[in-house]
């Protein structure tokens, strides 16, 4: 036997190698014939014949061309059954693709675009929760980096992805670009009847309903799946959907594991499945067609057949649409495996590409993600990491010669507005026309414009806010140099904490590290972690106190710095002191007296007695007495020390201490960005809308030394810096009168004096 099947594969590669002999042979002496070498471009296209023997030769060097593929292809398979006994699996071609076209791995020449340089290609995303939130981030970079098209993004989300991706997308500002959001709760009831293991749980079962979801005038969408990283444009898999039949509608790559051959394990029992199955990571979907067939019914029919036997899906969706498909195998398109190269346990996908040019999609379908077992994993891991930390601003460019994205249809307007970013994104440019460059404060005017994305939610946050009208959530805002304080704050504070953090794609990358490796900070669920991305040149410290202001979820608030450490137990004096004082019933801020220590390392005092010691002592000081005395002297420090009730002082220029208010208080100016004046006009504005400031005689909080900040040794250094502050807040003075008429006009007579 084994003698026999060593013959048969001799035999073809004699065969094999003389009739590539004879090919290059005949078109030699066929070149000489004419006096030339025929060696036409192959990527030309087709062009008209000079004469009809020139035709004929072609015509015969194809079929020479043609003998020698069979042969390959008879080759091939007499080594496949001489491996293993069984026909190889890998990427074959297309049903009437020629080879070599989009059905192979290979291509000798680059596809020709088919698609309309300005088409609006439609992509739908199941995203739910915190971490989903931050996988399709990726994804969409990667998309976003290859792509030439106009794009509209449709997000079937739960609550907490609509308000992660709506403002994302609100400040990322991509030309080009629409976003629609679907109700996720609005399809449960459809899907949860279905009993489902997998760990997406019935967001996993979501892509069924996508019909019934989507809006009635879209006729076709790519399906994508949140782990998904695109090595190429999107707009040549949308051209996949001009190769379909008149009976396909649905476009699935092969599974790449034996999941639905049912060998992995003994007893192991899948659902039916064609042949090896599809994987739903990426769909193609003709939603008209779908329709037309009656989808709802027919996969609601299918689903409630095996479940009769099978009792839970393993594999979510992609279960019930095997059983579909194996009922009615006309119904889908094999999208060559390039197109979904899966990186789960037992996959075969390394049979699906033999070099770099080769891979479409990456899929890390895997529970275990980045630590897959796979031969290449660390290439496709690095892949995945370049769009992980690449840039986002640079993604905000322009598609050339592409008319402005005209609004969506009225029936795409499901959830919340649809984001047409483009009308912002003129207003912003005009705003930006608007200014003077020959302005001495023109980078400060621009940093004020910037439209800096932001990503809210950036871990997994749990706090609920209970109905307690007198719980109160710290607010502050750090850079990456001011990491290290996070660990200490959270053993101070237990209560909800607000954090916007300045920071690049990579930084913010280094901080989920940082976060999850964390004993401490990874047992918190009751910290918010809002990523305001760098952009510009000064720290738009205003604008990353907001943030952190605005999602919080408690009645009041504790506005902070990062580099205070709280005593411990204010959260709970503070919650007494908001109830005591009856502050729901009246317009206060309590304020908490602020000092400061140059050792790093503090022996953290107790209680007041032990603080009063330690400032007698000198290893304490009232905050920036020696530097900046107006920034907290009308704290009243030596009222302070012996009162047992809170007291109240008056305001006074420059005063900007740290205080409780309620969460609806007046935001931070954000034309005040680096050094300078950002807390003071904030307690300004405060005292504008007579704002009772009490000074809360048990509470504190400690300064921790730190190198001094970029932005303040510009101020140190630069007088023109120094000016444009000055003109700055002339600037908000004047607003301020503008606001509050005669009232603020003590504010101005008081800068003056000064």
Not at 508 to 516: C, D, E, I, K, T
């Amino acid at each position: 036997m084994l003698r026999s099947w060593r013959v048969k594969l001799k035999l073809l590669l004699a065969t094999v190698t003389l009739a590539v002999l004879l090919s290059w042979l005949y078109l030699f002496v066929g070149s000489l014939e004419y006096g030339r070498f025929l060696l036409l471009p192959p990527c030309l296209g087709e062009q008209p014949s000079r004469d009809v023997e020139r035709e004929a030769l072609a015509s015969r060097v194809r079929r020479v061309e043609e003998e020698n593929q069979q042969l390959r292809l008879q080759l091939s398979q007499v080594q496949a059954e001489g491996s293993d006994g069984n026909p190889q699996w890998g990427a074959s071609a297309e049903d009437g693709d020629p080879p070599g076209g989009e059905g192979s791995n290979r291509t000798a020449c680059p596809k020709q675009r088919t698609v309309h340089k300005c088409e609006l290609l439609h992509v739908a995303i199941v995203c739910a929760g915190h971490n989903a939130s931050r996988d399709v981030v990726t994804l969409v970079k990667s998309i976003l980096f290859h792509r030439k098209n106009p794009l509209h993004f449709h997000f079937i989300t739960d609550s907490v992805a609509h308000q992660i991706l709506q403002t994302l997308f609100q400040s990322w500002m991509v030309p080009s670009v629409h976003v629609s959001f679907y109700n996720a709760d609005d399809l449960k009831p459809e899907v949860s009847w279905i009993p489902n293991k997998h760990y997406s749980g019935i967001y996993g079962l979501m892509k069924l309903t996508l019909t019934k979801a989507l809006p009635s005038s879209l006729s076709k969408v790519i399906v994508l799946d949140t782990d998904i990283t695109f090595a190429t444009d999107i707009a040549e898999l949308w051209a996949v959907f001009g190769k379909f039949s008149d009976k396909q509608v649905i476009g699935l790559v092969e599974n790449q594991s034996d999941w639905y051959l049912g060998n992995l394990w003994k007893n192991h029992k899948p659902w039916p499945a064609l042949g090896r199955g599809f994987n739903t990571g990426v769909i193609l979907l003709l939603l008209d067609r779908l329709r037309r067939l009656g989808w709802e019914q027919m996969w609601r029919l299918t689903a409630e057949r095996e479940l009769m036997s099978m009792l839970s899906t393993s594999l979510a969706d992609q279960d019930i649409f095997n059983a579909v498909i194996k009922q009615d195998p006309a119904l889908v398109y094999r999208l060559p495996c390039f197109w979904n190269v899966q990186l789960s346990d037992h996959t075969r996908s390394e049979q699906c590409y033999t070099e770099v040019s080769d891979l479409k999609v990456i899929h890390w379908n895997s529970p275990k993600k980045l630590r897959v077992k796979n031969k290449h994993v660390e290439f496709f891991r690095n892949l995945y990491l370049t769009f992980l930390e690449y840039d986002g601003n640079l993604l905000r460019r322009e598609l050339f010669g592409c008319a402005s994205l005209p609004s969506p249809p009225s029936d795409q307007l499901r959830v919340g507005l649809p984001l047409s970013l483009t009308l912002a994104a003129l207003q912003l440019q005009q705003a930006l026309e608007e200014l003077d460059e020959d302005d001495p404060c023109y980078d400060f005017r621009r940093q004020h414009l910037t439209e800096h994305r932001v990503h809210l939610f950036f871990l997994q946050y749990e706090f609920l806010a209970l109905p307690n009208p007198t719980d109160v959530t710290l607010v502050a805002q750090l850079s990456m140099d001011r990491l290290q304080m996070l660990e200490a704050i959270c053993k101070h504070w237990a209560g909800p904490i607000s954090l916007a953090l300045y920071m690049s794609d990579a930084e913010a990358q280094q901080f989920l590290r940082y976060a999850q490796a964390s004993e401490v900070l990874s047992a918190r669920r009751n910290v918010a972690y809002h990523i305001v991305y760098k952009e510009g040149q000064f720290y738009p410290i205003n604008l990353l106190r907001n943030v952190a202001l605005a999602n919080t979820q408690t009645p009041y608030v504790f506005l902070t710095d990062i580099d205070f450490l709280p005593m411990y137990g204010l959260y709970d004096y503070l919650r007494n002191s908001i109830q005591q004082l009856e502050l729901p019933q009246r317009k206060a801020a309590l304020i908490v007296p602020a000092f400061e220590t140059l050792h790093y390392r503090l022996t953290f005092p107790k209680s007041k007695a032990e603080l009063l010691s330690m400032l007698d002592m000198g290893s304490l000081y009232t905050f920036r007495y020696h530097v900046w005395p107006k920034g907290h002297a009308p704290t009243d420090y030596a009222k302070w020390r012996t009162a047992t009730v809170p007291y109240r002082v008056a305001w006074q220029p420059d005063f900007e201490p740290y205080v409780v208010v309620r969460r609806d208080c007046p935001k931070y100016d954000q034309r005040f960005v680096g050094f300078g004046w950002n807390k003071v006009s904030h307690i300004m504005e405060l005292d504008a809308q007579e704002y009772e400031l009490l000074v809360l005689p048990n509470a504190f909080m400690i300064h921790m030394p730190h190198a001094p900040s970029f932005d303040i040794s510009k101020f140190r250094l630069s007088a023109g810096y120094r000016g444009c502050l000055q003109t700055l807040r002339e600037e908000f003075h004047q607003d301020l009168s503008r606001r509050y008429g005669a009232a603020a006009l003590k504010y101005l007579t008081a800068e003056r004096s000064l």
